[in-house]
């Protein structure tokens, strides 16, 4: 079974510059979920996806950070215009529907801001 | 945010023994609870995880203990090998919402 797919694997932009993340989750899971992981801690989610519609969304930084999930399948998360504090790495995972399910977890993409 | 916190942030364990990695969570309304590891590079891998109603769980090696009295939550790992040397987070489910501790990194000594 293929895993969680992210690109791109690492990412530089200066700050005040746009980027996108894309994530493709296992075939048939409903729910996926962006997270953000800043070096030393844990990740911390920043929307929840379930097929298309948005279930959680309040760790999200809206005025600056945007993420879609249109057909319920792939998903991008986007940040205009990145600040320096955003440099992290960007984990996607997904399940099958319901939270306790497992979560399987991408690789991430390493986003580094100058 | 939620306060989901690991009391070591590093432990150093010989090969063959046995690890306990613990956590202590600030919500007492949790109702789910989950071990990752995550090695350098990668994502968050799923180990075990308990619901609130349940006081231990066992798995392959592993065993999770939940105290909801105290708010606590730890990890024993049996026969601790160099493949487990990893960072290990607890996470706990509120609502919608996980909440990730800050990890403990467990280095096993051959």
């Known amino acids: 079974e293929a895993g969680v797919a992210q690109s791109p694997r690492y990412k530089i932009i200066e700050k005040r510059q746009s980027v996108a993340f894309w994530c493709n989750p296992i075939s048939g899971h409903a729910t996926l979920y962006w997270y953000q992981q800043i070096l030393g801690q844990g990740p911390k989610l920043l929307i929840q996806?379930?097929?298309?519609?948005?279930?959680?969304d309040s760790q999200l930084p809206k005025d600056r950070f945007s993420a879609e999930r249109l057909k319920g399948v792939d998903s991008t998360l986007k940040i205009q215009p990145a600040k320096l504090e955003d440099s992290a790495v960007y984990l996607c995972a997904s399940s099958l529907v319901h939270i306790f399910n497992e979560q399987f977890f991408g690789p991430g993409t390493r986003l580094t801001v100058l | 945010g939620e306060s989901v916190g690991l009391h070591l942030p590093t432990l150093s364990v010989q090969e063959g023994d046995n690890s306990i990695i613990n956590c202590a969570y600030s919500?007492?309304?949790?109702?789910?609870f989950i071990w990752y590891k995550q090695e350098s590079g990668k994502g968050p891998q799923f180990i075990i995880d308990i619901r609130s109603n349940m006081d231990k769980r066992q798995g392959q090696r592993v065993t999770v203990l939940l105290n909801k009295t105290v708010k606590h939550l730890s990890l024993q790992i049996a026969a601790t090998q160099p493949g487990d040397s990893a960072v290990y987070f607890c996470?706990?489910?509120?609502?919608?919402?996980?909440?990730f501790g800050t990890g403990t990194s467990l280095t096993v000594i051959p």
């Open positions: 996806f379930q097929n298309n519609g948005v279930v959680d």
């Open positions: 996470a706990e489910n509120t609502g919608n919402q996980f909440y």
């Open positions: 919500n007492s309304a949790s109702d789910y």
